[in-house]
Structures are given as structure tokens and as C-alpha cells.
């Protein structure tokens, strides 16, 4: 068993490398890390996925290379025994997902759960791809918040086994691109956080939105606040494509999480047990 966490110290349990759709390789992210002053890493790279959601291989690791991801992860981690290393992947949710998330992510410490597509495996689109708005057009952003919304319900609903709901209102990423919602969250948002509370799991607290151009964390003040007086716990992640970006914003992530009403994060370690980290 680990020992315990000091309050405050700097987890980031949403990070990836080039495997999937990230620039970096495992011992480029633990170092970087480890010279951040990082005490737990987790590794995050998109799992395996449906040829047909991604024909080109280039946002996932393909089922041919997840022997060769896994040993390269073991060896950035037995190379900085300084940065305690968690192994995970973020799992897509899309219909009929289970037999592929099971088999896929088989041996994983932490999966991440996340809705980024929205439609069947053959008939579907990616809602955060600034290059390929078909969606955003089609329905509306209006119609693509409700759809997202009953996906990411579904997602919390299912026996997959996810640690952690990662960045909850991603549709909030296409703000900046044209796209902001017309009606009021509030009702959508309420929903998230009964849906969340009601089937026990955890929520993410990402800094990707700052990166990004939203202008906010994920998930928005008003939603995170919600989770938080449903008492949904709360992990905190970069969703670090670049060695650089990990890391980034994680303690004004904690302050702001304070001031939401948190005293807590959850931190997963690497005996597979979860840490209920002090804030201070």
C-alpha cells in the first residue's frame, strides 16, 4: 500500500501521448511531470475504437500496439520511481461499446468514461472535431447538447466499469467555433448531476478548457457546482495532449474547487485503491 497523499499535492489523472492522439511518449509525460513536482501520474490514451468511428487510426490505440503501450508505460515508470504511475485509458461511450470497452482496456488501473460521439458506430459523428461541423450544423447546437447529454446519462448508466466521467459539458468546446447553445443549461445540467449522484460515479474537474478557448473549466462553474451539492465526488486532470501541458492549472483547479464547495479530490493510486485527497 502506498502511503498517503500530502493535502494539495499535484495529481493528474488525464494525460496523453502520441499512441493515441497526444505529441509525447510516456518518457517524455512522466518526465515532465516529475519536474512539475507531479506525485501521481495517470496515463489516459484513447482506447481502441470502431474502424468505422475512426477509420485512420489516428485518435486511438489500435488494437495491434496495445502490447507495445503497455511496456512502454512500464518502462517510463520504472524509469522515475519519483512519480507514482497509474495505468488507464479514456473509453469512449457509444451504443454497444461494452464487449469492445471490456476487451480493449483489460488490464487498466483507470477508465476514464466520455462521450465524444454521438450517433450508432457506422452513423455517428464526433461532436469536438473543429474540422468536421456537419453535426453541429445539421441539428443545432441546442439539439447536440440534448443528444450529448442523454449519451453521457446512458454512459453513467452502464455496467462499464468507469472510474471517472471525464470533461462532462465538452459540447461547451464548440462555443468559440459558432456554436454556443440557445436555451438554458440549467435543466440539462440538473440532470447530469442526479444522473451522476444516482449511479455513483465520479466527476472530472479538467483544466483542457482554458487550453481550448472555452473560458472556463470543464465541467462550467454552474454545472461543477451542482455536482458538488449532489455530492458527486470530483477528480482534477489536464487532459494533457502535450508534455507541457501536463500538469498545467492543477492547483487553481484545486482553489476553485474549494471555493465550489469542495474539500476533497479523488486520487487513484497505484494498488488500484482510491484516495480521498485533503484540499489543504
Known sequence: MTGPLAPGSIVDTHTHTRFSDGVGTFEENVAAAEAAGCAVLVSTDHLTL????????????????????????????????????VYGFECDWYPGCEKNVERWSAGAQVRL?????????????????????????????????????????????????????????????????????????????DEMASCARDTGRRVELSTAGWRKGVGDYYPARGLLERFCHAGVPVTVGS?????????????????????VGYRTVEVPRADGSWEAMPLR
Open 239 to 259: 487532459d494533457g495532449h502535450r508534455p507541457a501541458d501536463l500538469c498545467d492549472g492543477i492547483r487553481g483547479a484545486y482553489a476553485h474547487a474549494w471555493e
Open 50 to 85: 470502431p474502424a468505422a468511428m475512426d477509420p485512420s487510426g489516428s485518435v486511438q490505440v489500435v488494437e495491434s500496439r496495445l502490447a507495445e503501450h503497455r511496456a512502454a508505460w512500464e518502462a517510463a515508470a520504472a524509469a522515475h520511481p519519483g512519480v507514482e504511475c
Open 113 to 189: 468514461g466520455s462521450v465524444h460521439w454521438l450517433g450508432e458506430q457506422d452513423d455517428g459523428a464526433w461532436i469536438d472535431d473543429v474540422n468536421d461541423q456537419r453535426i453541429w450544423r445539421e441539428l443545432g447546437p441546442d439539439e447536440v447538447w440534448r443528444r450529448y447529454v442523454e449519451a453521457w446519462c446512458s454512459a453513467c448508466e452502464s455496467p462499464l466499469p468507469f472510474d471517472t466521467m471525464a470533461h462532462p459539458d465538452l459540447p461547451e468546446r464548440m462555443r468559440g467555433e459558432g456554436f454556443p447553445a440557445t436555451i438554458d443549461l440549467a435543466p440539462l445540467w
